[in-house]
């Protein structure tokens, strides 16, 4: 079963209902984020706006992955970005659910839906790391996005919205995040480079 569900990741139907997911799941990313983009708006520059969404960023980088896998195509300096940044923001998500969840949070229906649908999101990144062409460059962008962002996020005071008990934690939060910017860099590259042993 496992085997021919490995086989299965880059067939057309594989990937077209991917595609679709990841596509209606962005979408839905940044409909969530309608409320921080418009608080941004109005008190901060409006260049910060392409730094606030970051899952649907990450979602939406990897569904143009996919569709250039459909076409039969690899952009390596995009799926570099693309699966840093959509298993970065896909773990910071499940964390911060979690973490919510430990200091007293409420479990609802949205959030195990949030939860199931963000590790979703690391776990296709992780599944497609046999097929990235990343390059040294693609992964420098990848570095510069996801830690610039950081900085935004955590300086600027972009970040997404935190649960409420998280919130006296931003600081730890945010130095949690810098620390899973390294650790998904790394990750991708070990996969990627594993993989590519294996093939040899």
Known sequence: MWLWFLGSLKKSWFLWTLF?????????????????????????????????????????????????????RNVPILEAV???????????????????????????????????????????SILYARYYQITWLGLGIAALWVLNNDFLDYVMEIHPYLPTPLVPYTGIVGLCTVVLSLLSIATIYYLHTRANKNQV
């Open 20 to 72: 679709f997911i990841n596509f209606f799941g962005t979408i839905y990313g940044f409909y969530w984020y309608k409320d921080q983009l418009a608080d941004v708006a109005a008190y901060n520059s409006p260049y910060l706006l392409l730094f606030v969404p970051d899952s649907p960023t990450g979602s939406g980088l990897f569904t143009l992955v996919i569709f250039m896998y459909i076409l039969g």
């Open 82 to 124: 693309a699966s840093v940044t959509n298993f970065k923001y896909g773990m910071w998500a499940v964390g911060v659910i979690i973490a919510g969840w430990s200091l007293g949070n409420e479990v609802r229906w949205l959030d195990l839906m949030l939860l199931a649908s963000h590790l979703g999101m690391a776990v296709e």
